[in-house]
């Protein structure tokens, strides 16, 4: 068997030992003589799975009784939308835009409320930092922020104080890399290809208080929080397999110490990374200090001449592709190369990055 490290930044490498359950246990699961792929969602033998994953899920996460935790399907992209039908009450939402997905979130939320108030933006440098803002107050329903852009690289290193209005979060790209107070939002959601499981289940971590039934009647079934919530993620077949994996990976973070001993992995792989970078004489970092993500870092050349630069970008993804190194090209919208380095890229994946860029560096200087 011949594994690469897998640097994709969704959907993305899992820890090899549960790609293993997942084999041993495919055609026969505990006992039932089935895999997960043919339960139905409603039998015995599925229940306790997707019970199971919501506990780990809660105690991982320190989520509070008075949360509920979903298993929706349609991916971080659909809570764009579902976030403003049912948040909705005045028509007027914050959002802060840090990149590509915050501005989609924001584009959705127009097509439904009548003001959405861009309150911070860090678009005049590249989204290359998180801007300050410490404190978001106003009339409005929500506050959206995206607590780690995938593609730029950024990560929040505080969360904004938006007092009594609910704080809602895209945590697609950063869930469970390190502790989150959950009781500082009123919503939390994440598509699970990164950090949790295969694609296909999006989890979302609701306060009750914001799971409203009075809803217009255009509000379609699929997109109701309440209509999942009084159904336990079953109003219709919830992505099955999808979430027995994530149990299976919400066991590794927890034999790995949780959250917090995420967190101490993703500092060690990071730091590494950072620090040869800003000590590179050909390659530097794109992130500000201070705004930099533990998870997806973006590097570039010092090569100055665009058209060369292209080049020698395609030809280290390219060579470190042959290498075993794969996915390290810059996300199709920003160009250079980016490592994401979620929860299961092992620190040996890290340093065997940085020695390929080290001889890449050396044979093309
Ligand atoms: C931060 C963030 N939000 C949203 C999305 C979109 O997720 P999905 O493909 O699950 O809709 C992504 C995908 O990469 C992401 O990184």
């Known amino acids: 068997m011949s594994r690469v490290f897998n640097f994709s930044a969704g959907p993305s490498t899992l820890p090899e030992s549960v790609l293993e359950i997942c084999a041993k246990e495919m055609l026969d699961c505990h006992g039932t003589g089935q895999s997960v792929m043919e339960m139905s969602h409603r039998s015995n033998a599925y229940k306790p799975i997707i019970e199971g994953v919501e506990a780990k899920v809660r105690e991982l996460m320190h989520v509070p009784d008075n949360y509920k935790v979903l298993f929706l399907q349609g991916g971080a992209s659909t809570q764009f939308a579902m976030i403003p039908l049912n948040l909705n009450k005045t028509g007027k939402a914050a959002y802060v835009d840090t990149g590509v997905w915050s501005k989609k979130a924001i584009e959705e939320a127009r097509r439904f409320l009548d003001t959405v108030d861009v309150v911070a933006s860090s678009r005049d440098r590249g989204c290359c930092y998180i801007p300050e803002i410490r404190e978001i107050k106003g009339d409005y329903d929500y506050v959206h922020i995206t607590l780690n852009n995938t593609i730029y690289g950024t990560k929040w290193s505080y969360i904004p104080d938006t007092g009594d209005i609910p704080l ?86 927890k034999e790995n110490g949780g959250a917090e001993g995420m967190l101490k992995r993703n500092t060690e792989k990071a730091e590494l990374l950072y620090n040869y970078l800003d000590n590179s004489d050909y390659y530097h970092a794109t992130v500000d200090k201070g705004s930099r993500s533990l998870m997806n870092i973006p590097f570039l050349t010092k090569e100055t001449d665009p058209d060369k630069a292209t080049a020698i970008n395609k030809k280290f993804v390219a060579e470190a592709a042959a290498a075993g190194l794969v996915n390290l090209a810059g996300h199709r919208l920003v160009g250079g190369m980016r490592a994401s380095i979620y929860n299961a890229m092992s620190i040996d994946g890290v340093k065997a990055l940085i020695a390929f860029m080290d001889k890449f560096a050396k044979e093309n200087a």
């Open 168 to 253: 809602v979060a895209d945590i697609s790209s950063c869930v469970l890399s390190e502790p989150l107070d959950v009781t500082k939002f009123g919503l939390l959601y994440a598509g699970a290809q990164k950090n949790l499981a295969p694609a296909g289940v999006t989890l979302v971590i609701i306060r009750e208080d914001l799971i409203r039934e009075e809803l217009p009647k255009t509000v379609p079934t699929m997109l109701r929080y309440d209509t999942h919530s009084k159904n336990g993620s079953m109003f219709n077949t919830p992505p099955c397999y999808s979430i027995y994996v994530m149990g299976l990976v919400l066991d590794w973070v």
